[in-house]
């Protein structure tokens, strides 16, 4: 059983930063690949970020591109989503997951405010 616990959300005023943490515990293997959704209140599950194993390879949202960085430490069984220049718009829980071939695990969620 994988378990993903994210840390690091909380309020923050519009163009400030703040960097969220995912730690994944349990039967981890190598060669999965790391990434965060969010949620806001009322609004679709949309995709934020992604990276793989090596960390070679990253992918962003059209709405984070260029303000997010996620970054991974494999060693800590970590991903971290460095988030800049944040906007109330970003206000959202955000959930990150482990995909290793088709499965995914999914956090529990952690809530970012983005206050005007």
């Known amino acids: 059983q994988v378990q993903l616990v994210e840390s690091g959300g909380g309020l923050v005023q519009t163009g400030g930063s703040l960097r969220l943490s995912c730690t994944a515990s349990?039967?981890?293997?190598?060669?999965?690949?790391m990434g965060w959704f969010r949620q806001g209140s009322g609004k679709e599950r949309e995709f934020v970020a992604v990276?793989?194993?090596?960390?070679?390879?990253?992918d962003y949202g059209d709405s984070v591109k260029g303000r997010f960085t996620i970054s991974r430490d494999n060693a800590k069984n970590t991903v971290y989503l460095h988030m800049n220049s944040l906007k109330p718009e970003d206000t959202a829980v955000y959930y990150c997951y482990l995909r290793r071939i088709t499965t995914r695990y999914w956090g529990q969620g952690t809530q970012v405010t983005v206050s005007s």
């Open positions: 349990g039967r981890t293997f190598s060669s999965y690949s």
């Open positions: 990276i793989s194993w090596s960390g070679v390879n990253t």
